[in-house]
Structure formats: C-alpha cells, structure tokens
C-alpha cells in the first residue's frame, strides 16, 4: 500500500469511528444486521447502474449497507457493451447478454468490496420482476455478496434460492402489514426469516414503488405509522425466535426523520435520491443535476411498462410519453423480439403487448439517464425533499447530516456544476 493510500486509509477509519460517535451521542441505535454493528442509513438499490461499485463500497466503508443494483451492469464496461450493445437478431443474443450481465455484476461486487475494505456491509438488490432474477440471485450468491434486497414482487422463492448461503442475510422490501404477515409466514415454513425488511412507503419512494396501482399510493395502509406498530405486534403474537429490524423507505431527509422512525420501532432508514446525487454515485453528473433541480411539481406517477406504478421527474420524453401513452396503448400488440434483445423483465408491457401497463423500453430509457441524457432519460425519483438542495455533496456529508444534523463541510457542488 503507498503512502497516500494509508493516508486515505486513516482518514476513512477516522470518520467511520466519528460516524458512530454521532450515532450513539444523538439518542440514535446502531442497526445489528448480520452479525455487525452498522450505522442505521441503508443506501438503496437504483438501476440501471445508478447504484453499483463506487457508491455501495464508500457507503460501506463508511460503516453502513451500502447496495448494487443488479440489472443490466454491463453498461459500466465498455468491453462488455463492446461485446453485446451490437446483438439484435442473432439466437443467442438474449443468453450472451445476459451472460454479460453476470460478469458485471461480479466484477462490481469484487469492486464495492475492495472499496468497503471489510467495513459495513455489501447488498445487491434484484427485482423479482427481471427474468433474469434467479440468475441475478444465484450470481450475486456465488460472488460472495454480504445481503441480497428483493422488491418488486414477492420473493416467496428466495430462501430456496439462498438455501447453500446461509450466511447471507436475505431482505425483502415490503409496503403493507398484510405483505410482510404472508412472506414471514411462506418463509418460516421453509426454515428460514428475513434478515431485516424494507418496509417501503409508495407515496413517498422513487422508482418503481409496492402498490398495485397508482390510485392506491395514498391509501394510509402504508403509512409508516400504521405498518411499523402493525408488524411489530405481528412479530410479538407470532413468537418469533429473534428480532427481524425494519428499514423505513421513503422521503426521509433529515436526522429528525430518523430519530421519529426509530422511536416508531425502525431499526434504520434507507434512502434512495440522496445518494444517487452524491458526488460517489455511479451515475453521470448530469443525472444528478436532474434529480437535484427537480421540483416537486416536476415529479410524476404513472404506470411502467412492468405493470407497476412508477415515480420519476418529468423530462422532455417523459412528458411526450405521457402525452401519446393513450395512443401507444391503443396499438399495443405482441412483439416478436424484446427492443433490445435481453427481455430484462418477466413481464413487458412493450413486449406482450399489454395495453392496460407502459409501453416503452424500459432499459433504454434508464441506460439514457445513466448517461446524463436529460431530453431521452427516464429518471426515477422519490417525492420528498433532498437534504442539501441542489448541491452534490460526498457520502460522507449525508452521513454526517442524517446521523447527527451536522453540516460541517468544505461545500458542496450545485447542481448546476459550479462551484459552492
């Protein structure tokens, strides 16, 4: 190791230890996962490559779970793209893509961990609605991955998939009582409990969020006041053998935020839109300048073409999608091939030809965003506000914020990209 790498090194356990500090002095509990001691922030999952290597290791090198969004990594590396973005008609272009894919997914496993430096703790989250989530799973398993996140969909399947990992502590993301009842219930017949659960407020998350459709997003069933207390009691009558934490979702913002969901029974909050505009995360400046500019005016719901409403800030091709989706609807029909040869979703909107969901290429508009590509870009958002406004700032600025409403900073960078 160099000299400037064991400066760096120092630097980093410093800040952890004063992370924790903060923690402990500010009434705040330590979230006990898997067997560590970790800060109560957990870094959501955001594809496409918006959440991958850089950004989960620094967020678990800093002491807390930090998470790589599985699907469709390849577009990170350039001799992996190189070697399938070209693939349209060919038999076998879905297989080598995919195939591609998993080599990704391993080469930034491999990377947040050599970031983390054994600090933390290193998650993969996969959508139970790829078609390609068991191989996801089983990847993600075989690179050695510390937890895997599953949403979008009820991974009733998982703890088969885990059954040869039992060190791996397995997290799915729920947003009602009634969900979490039935996966605990399926799960414990299997042997197995979730590690934690993400307990994950559609009214107020990015992406793609757990309601069954876009008029239920306000329905306080999912309000964190009626669902943490609801499945507490649940825990408690159902004699569980030991205490599953849960991770509250959703517009958080500020270390009051933490602190009222703690007192609620949370044992951690995980945000999503304040890491991806941290100056670590994977994606392109521009991205962030999106999602730190966006009022709240400019955010939408709709339905995505994988059946499942959707947030995200209204852009030039957003806003022109939500202006013909009545007419892309009216001419939906089954396609012979996926727009992009890999069919990353079981089920596809686009693809089936289903009317009643989206009708767009879901992949391609995310690989657009990734980019920084505001006019053709899908940017997935949360509905609250962000800590610092329109500034990018480092990681360890958010931690030092949620932990203890501490601002203490050299400055942050605007969104505009000039300097503070």
């Not at 992406?207 to 408690?236: C, M, Q, Y």
Request: proline share 5%.
């Amino acid at each position: 190791m160099d000299k400037s790498s064991v400066i760096e090194a120092g630097a980093d356990t410093a800040e952890r230890q004063r992370l924790l500090n903060m923690c402990r002095a500010s009434g705040l509990r330590p979230l006990q996962l898997a067997g560590r001691e970790l800060l109560p922030v957990v870094q959501g999952g955001m594809g496409v490559g918006v959440s991958a290597s850089r950004l989960a290791g620094q967020v678990a090198r800093l002491g807390a779970m930090g998470t790589i969004s599985a699907v469709d990594l390849r577009r990170l590396h350039p001799d992996l793209m190189a070697q399938t973005a070209h693939l349209n008609k060919e038999s076998d272009a879905k297989d080598r893509i995919n195939a591609a894919n998993l080599v990704a997914l391993d080469r930034e496993i491999r990377a947040a961990r050599a970031t983390a430096d054994g600090h933390g703790l290193l998650a993969v989250n996969v959508m139970r609605a790829l078609s390609a989530y068991e191989a996801y799973v089983r990847q993600a398993l075989a690179s050695g991955i510390d937890a895997l996140v599953v949403g979008a969909g009820l991974p009733l399947d998982l703890p088969e998939l885990a059954a040869d990992h039992p060190q791996t502590a397995l997290i799915p993301i729920l947003s009602d009582a009634r969900g979490v009842q039935l996966l605990v219930r399926k799960w414990e017949k299997k042997g197995r409990l979730p590690d934690a659960i993400v307990i994950e407020h559609p009214r107020l998350a990015g992406g793609h969020l757990g309601a069954a459709r876009v008029s239920d997003l306000n329905d306080t069933r999912f309000d964190f006041e009626v669902v943490i207390p609801a499945v507490r009691e649940f825990f408690k009558s159902a004699g569980l053998e030991r205490d599953i934490p849960l991770i509250a979702a959703g517009g958080i913002s500020s270390h009051d935020d933490l602190l009222r969901l703690q007192a609620l029974g949370a044992s951690a909050v995980q945000l999503g839109t304040a890491f991806a505009v941290t100056a670590e995360c994977d994606a392109d400046m521009a991205f962030k300048q999106v999602l730190a500019q966006a009022k709240p005016e400019d955010i939408v719901e709709f339905v995505s073409v994988a059946g499942l409403p959707a947030r995200a800030v209204r852009t030039p091709w957003l806003d022109k999608y939500l202006r013909i989706e009545p007419k892309l609807k009216a001419v939906a029909h089954l396609k012979r091939k996926c727009n992009l040869s890999f069919d990353c979703l079981a089920q596809c909107g686009l693809r089936d030809g289903k009317s009643e969901i989206g009708q767009f290429c879901i992949d391609q508009q995310l690989g657009h965003a990734l980019e920084g590509d505001a006019q053709r870009g899908l940017f997935f958002r949360g509905a609250g506000r962000l800590p610092f406004g329109d500034e990018i700032r480092p990681v360890a600025d958010l931690l030092r914020w949620l932990l203890a409403g501490v601002r203490d900073t050299m400055g942050g960078v605007p969104a505009t990209g000039a300097p503070a």
